[in-house]
Structures are given as structure tokens and as C-alpha cells.
Nanobody, 128 residues
Framework: QVQLVESGGGLVQAGGSLRLSCAAS????????MGWFRQAPGKEREFVAS????????SYADSVKGRFTVSRDNAKNTVYLQIDNLKPDDTAVYYC?????????????????????WGQGTQVTVSS
């Protein structure tokens, strides 16, 4: 079992920045591909970003490229999502997820079904 706890969400003005954190416990963190997803009110959960085992490779949804940066610190068992130039459309609950994997593919790990464990989510609200 892997437990994931997100933090760092909040209410920010458009153009601002946030850094979300996701702390993992329970298993060897570096064995997992880590991903971030979000779900806005009335919409389906969507992929945001993912990162490989050591963080050397990452993948992003087109809608967030250039504004979002995913990173991880395996020594701290934590994955981060830096969000810059926030827009009202970024308002959502943000979830981190962990996938037990043997190799990384950005395309493969954009799919929520590939993930084995999920956090409870952290709310990000962007005011215009």
C-alpha cells in the first residue's frame, strides 16, 4: 500500500503561482511513476503531468505546458507540482497518483487507469 497526501492548494488570483506537494509513504517511492490529475466541477478528471522514477523524464497535458512543472525528491518521498501564471480555468481539485511500474512512458501514464494509488486531493481556486 502507498499513502499519498497532497498539500499546498488554496485561493490565488489569476497570474499567481502555487506549489503543490504530495507526500508518499508505505513503499519504495522510487519504484513508482508519479502523476498529477485534476477535476473541475462538473467535469471529468483529467491528466496534468507525470514524472518518471528518478524525475529525469516528464510529460504534460497540452493545456498546462509551459506553466506547470512536475518534479520529485525521492529522498523526501515527495512529488511537486509548480503552477505558474494561474488561470481561472485551472480551478479544480488536484490529485496526485502513484503507479507501480517497470518503465516510463509519458503517453501510457497520462491515463488514470494506469495508477494504483490516489491521494485525497487539494483544492486550487483561481479568482479572476
Amino acid at each position: 500500500q502507498v499513502q499519498l497526501v497532497e498539500s499546498g492548494g488554496g485561493l490565488v488570483q489569476a497570474g499567481g503561482s502555487l506549489r503543490l506537494s504530495c507526500a508518499a509513504s508505505g513503499r519504495t517511492f522510487s519504484d513508482y511513476v508519479m502523476g498529477w490529475f485534476r477535476q473541475a466541477p462538473g467535469k471529468e478528471r483529467e491528466f496534468v503531468a507525470s514524472t518518471s522514477f528518478a524525475g529525469g523524464s516528464s510529460s504534460y497535458a497540452d493545456s498546462v505546458k509551459g506553466r506547470f512543472t512536475v518534479s520529485r525528491d525521492n529522498a523526501k518521498n515527495t512529488v511537486y507540482l509548480q503552477i505558474d501564471n494561474l488561470k481561472p480555468d485551472d480551478t479544480a481539485v488536484y490529485y496526485c497518483a502513484a503507479a507501480r511500474a517497470t518503465y516510463y512512458s509519458g503517453n501510457l501514464y497520462s491515463r488514470s487507469a494506469r495508477y494504483d494509488y490516489w491521494g485525497q486531493g487539494t483544492q486550487v481556486t483561481v479568482s479572476s
